[in-house]
């Protein structure tokens, strides 16, 4: 993966800024965790769903956290001397990226022999079997206490040190360069409409969106009152065969 810092696409391998590739801003100043509305409100709706790029947005050294946010765009390799900006360009509308504050996640879909990457859409008829195959990794020095599987909108499945798999706990040595897997699992799931599928990882929301979570005491250290949290771009299924996602809508407000 390559990394697009700040998600400054335009300057100056690329000749195009974040409206020109039609994506969103996500990954504010502390957590991701309130960024996760924006993204599937809009695929649920049935709205233009645009990819979501993780961004510091500072504007000032003396606030906000310069450069914590990142986007990691997929499947080009890891040599940016050898990048195509037309790829490169291509894979960023596609929303083939990873929206990270710290942990990395990779995501593949499958159906059958057909698998996807993040922003793909894959054919799987209603009744089929969609497997996802998640690896989460952070260094030494980063907990996560969770790892959420999200469709449409709704969290379906998630995994902590409780639970089976669990997610793993960091190494007794913050500098050790070994133990960065935190969690892998292939998951499956039988979707009877489409779905659009969404993996974060990072601390437990608490139960108030007006209630930040607690920042890791080691990672204060590193970047004082961020807490680590990543989401990858989703996942399309297409279960009618129509070769497009086919929004759900958004729940009804009783």
């Known amino acids: 993966a390559l990394e697009l810092v700040r998600g400054d696409v335009g300057q100056p391998l690329l000749q195009v800024g974040l409206t020109d590739l039609r994506v969103l801003r996500l990954g504010g100043l502390?957590?991701?965790?309130?960024?996760?509305?924006?993204?599937?409100?809009?695929?649920?709706?049935?709205?233009?769903?645009?990819?979501?790029?993780?961004?510091?947005?500072?504007?000032?050294?003396?606030?906000?956290?310069?450069?914590?946010?990142?986007?990691?765009?997929?499947?080009?390799?890891?040599?940016?001397?050898?990048?195509?900006?037309?790829?490169?360009?291509?894979?960023?509308?596609?929303?083939?990226m990873l929206v990270s504050g710290g942990p990395y996640i990779e995501l593949v879909g499958q159906c059958g022999p057909t698998k996807v990457a993040m922003g793909e859409l894959l054919n799987c008829p209603s009744g089929s079997q969609v497997k996802l195959k998640i690896k989460v990794r952070t260094p030494a020095w980063m907990p996560i206490e969770e790892v959420r599987v999200v469709a449409n909108g709704a969290v379906v499945q998630s995994f902590d040190s409780t639970t089976s798999p669990k997610v793993r706990s960091t190494p007794s040595n913050f500098e050790s360069n070994g133990g960065t897997m935190r969690f892998r699992k292939t998951l499956k799931f039988t979707p009877s409409a489409d779905t659009y599928y969404v993996v974060e990882a990072g601390p437990k929301l608490p139960p108030s969106i007006n209630t930040l979570p607690a920042v890791p005491p080691i990672v204060a250290i590193v970047q004082p009152d961020v807490v680590p949290g990543s989401m990858t771009n989703p996942i399309f299924v297409d279960t009618n065969n129509n070769a497009r996602f086919d929004p759900p809508g958004l729940p009804v407000t009783l």
């Open 30 to 96: 502390r957590s991701l965790g309130d960024e996760r509305p924006g993204l599937p409100e809009k695929c649920r709706e049935g709205k233009q769903c645009q990819p979501g790029t993780g961004v510091s947005d500072s504007h000032r050294i003396t606030v906000e956290h310069a450069g914590w946010a990142r986007s990691y765009v997929v499947g080009l390799g890891d040599d940016p001397t050898t990048i195509d900006p037309m790829t490169f360009n291509a894979a960023v509308r596609a929303g083939n």
